[in-house]
């Protein structure tokens, strides 16, 4: 049984920062495509950013330059460091690994507002 538990959200003001952890377990992560993705209340859900088993990187466009999509293998972890939070980043964001089937975790609540 595959299990992807996200971490580290919260509440945090505009222009704040938060890292969020998914620590992967009963997968050997490091062969995994592992995502962020997000979904706001009344929308659907979205990519954040992806790291592939190789440690390439994509973006959404409202990611880059703000977001940083990490691994740390030997800790089956992936990271998304977020800065510059605005009040539109607010929404549930949720952990995907890849590969043959995909994997997705229960999600971690970011709320962005002063």
């Known amino acids: 049984q595959v299990q992807l538990v996200e971490s580290g959200g919260g509440v945090v003001q505009p222009g704040g920062s938060l890292r969020l952890s998914c620590a992967a377990s009963?997968?050997?992560?490091?062969?995994?495509?592992m995502g962020w993705y997000r979904q706001a209340p009344g929308k659907q859900r979205e990519l954040v950013a992806t790291?592939?088993?190789?440690?390439?990187?994509n973006y959404a466009d409202f990611a880059k330059g703000r977001f940083t999509i990490s691994r740390d293998n030997a800790k089956a972890t992936v990271y998304l460091q977020m800065n510059s939070l605005k009040p539109e980043d607010t929404a549930v964001y949720l952990c995907?690994?890849?590969?043959?089937?995909?994997?997705w975790g229960q999600g971690t609540q970011v709320t962005v507002s002063s």
């Open positions: 995907n690994a890849k590969r043959i089937s995909s994997f």
């Open positions: 009963s997968i050997a992560v490091r062969v995994y495509d």
């Open positions: 790291i592939t088993s190789g440690g390439s990187t």
